[in-house]
């Protein structure tokens, strides 16, 4: 899979098929592995937890070319673990693992170069779109409690309010010049 982009999104759910409690994402320019080896890699996330068996999981992949006047390849793995019993160090746990999986992925690849920082107003809508689509709420209803700057990592991280009480985050960089959206997350409300 050299050429072309390759997304990658882990997703941390609370049981199978249900809305992820966080997710992160890396889109890498030329990864130099093949489908086989990323999703073996992906699928070593599943024993993080050191355990007998592996964690609950679905891994998929699609591949595919894009022709729109110029073509490009892509490919897209995702992979979604159920955090179900293991606990908030299980969750620390699984961070800590997909932190380093990435970085082995980027050393295999291109790169995903980070351009400069994006406005807080940007990253502000930015974060609220994947939000809104990835949790099936409206951005309207997303009240910014909390806006950080990363000055090494050249991004913004959010925590939102919803109307309903759940609240959500999200960090948001530049990739490839482009306001992207790496990692997002939801939490329940508190009773």
Same mark, same amino acid.
């Given at each position: 899979?050299?050429?072309?982009?390759?997304?990658?999104?882990?997703?941390?759910?609370?049981?199978?098929?249900?809305?992820?409690?966080?997710?992160?994402?890396?889109?890498?320019?030329?990864?130099?592995?093949?489908?086989?080896?990323?999703?073996?890699?992906?699928?070593?996330?599943?024993?993080?937890?050191?355990?007998?068996?592996?964690?609950?999981?679905?891994?998929?992949? $699609?591949?595919? *070319?894009?022709?729109?006047?110029? !073509?490009?390849? @892509?490919a897209?793995?995702?992979?979604?673990?159920? &955090?179900? %019993?293991?606990?908030?160090?299980?969750?620390?746990?699984?961070?800590?693992?997909?932190?380093?999986?990435?970085?082995?992925?980027?050393?295999?690849?291109?790169g995903?170069?980070?351009?400069?920082?994006?406005?807080?107003?940007?990253?502000?809508?930015?974060?609220?779109?994947?939000?809104?689509?990835?949790?099936?709420?409206?951005?309207?209803?997303l009240?910014?409690? $909390?806006?950080? *700057?990363?000055?090494?990592?050249? !991004?913004?991280? @959010?925590?939102?309010?919803?109307?309903?009480?759940? &609240?959500? %985050?999200?960090?948001?960089?530049?990739?490839r010049?482009s306001?992207?959206?790496?990692?997002?997350?939801?939490?329940?409300?508190?009773?």
């Open positions: 899979m050299q050429d072309g982009i390759t997304t990658i999104i882990v997703n941390l759910t609370d049981y199978p098929g249900s809305d992820p409690q966080a997710s992160w994402i890396i889109a890498l320019d030329g990864l130099d592995m093949s489908v086989e080896d990323t999703m073996r890699e992906l699928q070593e996330l599943t024993w993080a937890t050191k355990d007998e068996y592996p964690v609950m999981s679905s891994l998929r992949s $699609r591949q595919g *070319v894009h022709n729109w006047g110029a !073509s490009s390849t @892509f897209e793995f995702i992979l979604e673990m159920s &955090a179900g %019993g293991v606990g908030a160090l299980g969750a620390v746990g699984f961070q800590a693992a997909v932190r380093d999986l990435f970085g082995r992925f980027r050393v295999r690849s291109r995903d170069y980070w351009g400069t920082t994006i406005s807080e107003e940007e990253a502000l809508r930015v974060a609220r779109r994947r939000i809104a689509t990835q949790y099936g709420v409206e951005a309207d209803d009240t910014p409690k $909390r806006a950080e *700057v990363d000055a090494v990592n050249d !991004s913004h991280e @959010f925590r939102f309010e919803h109307s309903d009480g759940r &609240a959500f %985050g999200a960090v948001v960089g530049v990739l010049d306001p992207t959206c790496m990692r997002i997350w939801r939490e329940e409300p508190q009773t």
